[in-house]
C-alpha cells in the first residue's frame, strides 16, 4: 500500500460547481496534512492544511479530516476555471519534519 | 514573507558535465531545507534533507555521490548533479522551513534538461 493516494483522475466539473478531491494515508502515525495546487510546469502552493479531526474552511475551500478512517479530503465551492491545476495531498510523517505526496488528482473546471 | 527563490530556472547541459542549482530562502532563515524531483506526469521525490552546517540526508535510492547537497549557511543550499546523464532530466523543487514550523516553503524550481 502506498503512504498516501490519490485518484489520479483526471477530475472534470463544470464551473461554479463543488469539486471534491480525496486522499487516504497509511501512516496512523500522521499528524498534519496538507493540500498543494500545482500548475503544469510550476511548484506546489499551499492551499491549507489541517492538524485536527472535522472541517476547516478556508474561503471556498475546505479540507475535511478522518483520522480514524486515515482520510483527509479537499472541497472546492464554486469551481472556476482558474482551480484548472494537479492537487496534491501532503502528509506530515509522524515524528518528522518530511513530507510524503500523493501522486495528485488533475482537476479540469470547464466554462 | 516567506519566499524562496531558486537559480537557474532551467539549465541545459550536456551529458558528462556537473550542474548546481540554488535555493535562497529570501526573508527568513531556514533550519531545514528539503530537496524534491518530480518526473512528468509523477508527484515529488523527497531526494534529500538538509541542515544548515551538516551533512545532509538523503532518501534510500538516491546516490549522495551524484547529487551533491551543501547546506553552507541558513539561507543557502546547492545542489550539484555531477556527470549528469539524460535521465537526470527533472524538475528540481526546493523548500525551507522556518524554525518550529512545519510548513514547507517552495521556490519556483529547475528544470534541468541534459542532452
Known amino acids: 500500500q502506498k503512504e498516501v493516494e490519490q485518484n489520479s483522475g483526471p477530475l472534470s466539473v463544470p464551473e461554479g460547481a463543488i469539486a471534491s478531491l480525496n486522499c487516504t494515508y497509511s501512516?496512523?502515525?500522521?499528524?498534519?496534512f496538507f493540500w498543494y495546487r500545482q500548475y503544469s510546469g510550476k511548484s506546489p502552493e499551499l492551499i491549507m492544511f489541517?492538524?485536527?479531526?472535522g472541517d476547516k474552511e478556508d474561503g471556498r475551500f475546505t479540507a475535511q479530516l478522518n483520522k480514524a478512517s486515515q482520510y483527509v479530503s479537499l472541497l472546492i465551492r464554486d469551481s472556476q476555471p482558474s482551480d484548472s491545476a494537479t492537487y496534491l495531498c501532503?502528509?506530515?510523517?509522524?515524528?518528522?519534519?518530511?513530507?510524503?505526496f500523493g501522486k495528485g488528482t488533475k482537476l479540469t473546471v470547464n466554462p | 514573507g516567506a519566499v524562496v527563490s531558486q537559480h537557474p530556472s532551467w539549465v541545459i547541459c550536456k551529458s558528462g558535465t556537473s550542474v548546481k542549482i540554488e535555493c535562497r530562502s529570501l526573508?527568513?532563515?531556514?533550519?531545514?531545507m528539503f530537496w524534491y524531483r518530480q518526473f512528468p506526469k509523477q508527484s515529488l521525490m523527497l531526494m534529500a534533507t538538509?541542515?544548515?552546517?551538516?551533512?545532509?540526508?538523503?532518501e534510500q535510492g538516491v546516490e549522495k555521490d551524484k547529487f551533491l547537497i551543501n547546506h553552507a549557511s541558513l539561507t543557502l543550499s546547492t545542489l550539484t548533479v555531477t556527470s549528469a546523464h539524460p535521465e537526470d532530466s527533472s524538475f528540481y523543487i526546493c523548500s525551507a522551513t522556518q524554525p518550529g514550523n512545519y510548513e514547507q516553503y517552495f521556490g519556483p524550481g529547475t528544470r534541468l534538461t541534459v542532452t
Open positions: 501512516d496512523r502515525g500522521s499528524q498534519s
Open positions: 501532503a502528509v506530515l510523517r509522524g515524528g518528522s519534519e518530511k513530507l510524503v
Open positions: 526573508d527568513f532563515q531556514a533550519t531545514t
Open positions: 489541517i492538524y485536527s479531526n
Open positions: 538538509s541542515n544548515e552546517g551538516s551533512k545532509a540526508t538523503y
